[in-house]
């Protein structure tokens, strides 16, 4: 089993849609969790931060639940701008060292 | 402020040969890492650097592959008698310091063993 699971996608959304991302992890002493957006060609930067509580950041929400080792992306009222491959990030806190899944790519469409 | 900085950008090697890849971390930020991604993958990480000393070099792949921190700053990512399963994006990241924070990446360098 992967360590971090993603639905590679593609996800073809129409702009202004809602779209979800699901994410599972495979090790349970992690204490770290993010969302990293990458785009074509270009490096992974930090979208957002996960945590227990749930948090949200403008048109973006991420979800945690530790109990079923499961992380959630959602997206509200898409933009042609938030296509991209959207990676699910643990970090195992003793190693300080981030995995990534293998990314879940977003195409928005007018 | 200026971000990672990587060099080259681009690299094409022969089978068999040496290639050094240079990364630059944001500037007071004592943690590196240095991560491999290949197509359709995410980045898979290699070796962490706090200070001069690698903390964590247990992604490395195999004894081809070696990294140095010698100033605590700019790293060097050393590949040794090149492979074609070698070509990939190299891309190192930096932070303020270890676990917890935000680690940000340099735009890699695309190496290809031909």
């Known amino acids: 089993r992967k360590e971090v699971e993603q639905d590679p996608g593609p996800f073809n959304v129409p702009e202004g849609a809602t779209v979800a991302f699901n994410c599972t992890y495979s090790?349970?002493?992690?204490?770290?969790f993010f969302w990293y957006r990458q785009d074509c060609r270009k490096e992974p930067k930090l979208l957002m931060s996960?945590?227990?509580s749930g948090n949200e950041d403008g048109r973006f929400t991420a979800q945690l639940n530790r109990a079923s080792q499961y992380i959630s992306l959602l997206i509200r009222d898409s933009k042609l701008s938030d296509s991209a491959t959207y990676l699910c990030v643990v970090d195992t806190g003793t190693a300080s060292k981030l995995t990534f899944g293998t990314g879940t790519r977003l195409q928005v469409t007018l | 402020g200026a971000g990672v900085s990587q060099t080259p950008s681009n690299k094409v090697t022969e089978k068999g040969k040496y290639v050094e890849l240079r990364c630059d971390p944001i500037?007071?930020?004592?943690?590196l890492y240095w991560y491999r991604q290949s197509l359709g993958q995410g980045p898979e990480f290699l070796i962490y650097f706090q200070g001069t000393g690698a903390a964590d070099d247990s992604g490395l792949p195999n004894d081809r592959f070696f990294a140095v921190r010698p100033e605590g700053s700019v790293s060097t990512l050393k590949i040794q008698r090149t492979e074609r399963g070698d070509s990939a994006v190299y891309l190192c990241?930096?932070?303020?310091?270890?676990?917890?924070?935000?680690?940000?990446f340099g735009p890699g360098t695309r190496l290809t063993v031909t």
């Open positions: 990241a930096s932070s303020k310091t270890g676990t917890g924070y935000e680690q940000y």
């Open positions: 500037s007071g930020h004592t943690a």
């Open positions: 996960v945590y227990s």
């Open positions: 090790n349970s002493a992690s204490q770290s």
